[in-house]
């Protein structure tokens, strides 16, 4: 039986959107590579599965391309969010995720997706023992002293004089798999361009370097506000290009930026066994 998707895309990250609201599908970790491989799939950073909610407009389960499933993608959140825009009057599209229930909303400028309350505790990244997240005493080679922050799912961002100098490629994998991250982590290297500026690069959990993360650039927003290096609005260069990320005083991230579809299809279910 023939599945439709719609490939889309945030600042160049790009996801397969599986519609699964009206006809189930059985999504396995097997499949969910199957399908993310760009050899002999349809290819993507990460696969969206789309299911109903009994407490949102819709849930949105996220994979990655080893299989994994995560709590958190802020790229695919704008997506969904553009993608459900229509179907209510208001535009603001409430999206239950495993790492909590965010709200997309569509604007002339975008989307901005209402991210949550960021998260500090050594016990809520998660961490394997207690210690201090804003400078933690640890390091990689020349990588040390990172915040600790989960916006959904776990990150360390480090600030570094020259972010594009990082093997992040070679650090990124031995940092990501550390047991001090009993869930692994998502890694950020950045460095600040400007008195709310920054640049930025990730690599990312279960999916390697990839060219945008709304997640990493939440966090290393985030991380930068509490070490007082940039002001409550900060502006984030990825390789894919820019997001706005504001903390609010409600204590919200606010991460708005644009997303698009590149493409629709279909792919039969048996060719991607669960």
Known sequence: MHVPFRKMH???NDFVVID???RPIAISARRAAALADRQT???CDQLIVLEPSDNADVRMRIFNPDGSEVEACGNASRAVGVLLANERADGATRIETLGGTIVAHAHAHGISVAMGRPRFGWDEIPLAYAMDTLRMPV???DLESPVAVNVGNPHVVFFVPDCGAVDLARLGPIIETDPLFPRKINVNVATLTGPDAITLRVWERGAGLTRACGTGACATAIAAM???LTGRKVVV?????LLTIDWDDADQIIMTGPATTSFTGAFDEADYPA
Do not use: S
């Open 10 to 12: 945030g600042l160049g």
């Open 20 to 22: 699964a609201r009206a």
């Open 41 to 43: 799939g349809v290819g």
């Open 139 to 141: 390091g990689w080679e």
């Open 226 to 228: 509490r070490r007082r």
């Open 237 to 241: 260069t990825l390789p894919g290009g």
